[in-house]
């Protein structure tokens, strides 16, 4: 089974989030 991608200094094709997991909350 394929585990959580592992955070990174960049973001990931897949989320696109900048290595951060749960993603950051949105501004305003």
């Known amino acids: ?3 959580w991608p ?3 200094a ?3 094709p897949s ?3 900048p290595g ?3 993603p ?3 501004p305003g």
Do not use: D, L
């Open 24 to 26: 950051p909350p949105a």
């Open 20 to 22: 951060s997991w749960p």
């Open 15 to 17: 989320t696109g989030w």
């Open 6 to 8: 592992r955070p990174s």
């Open 10 to 12: 960049t973001p990931t």
């Open 1 to 3: 089974p394929r585990r």
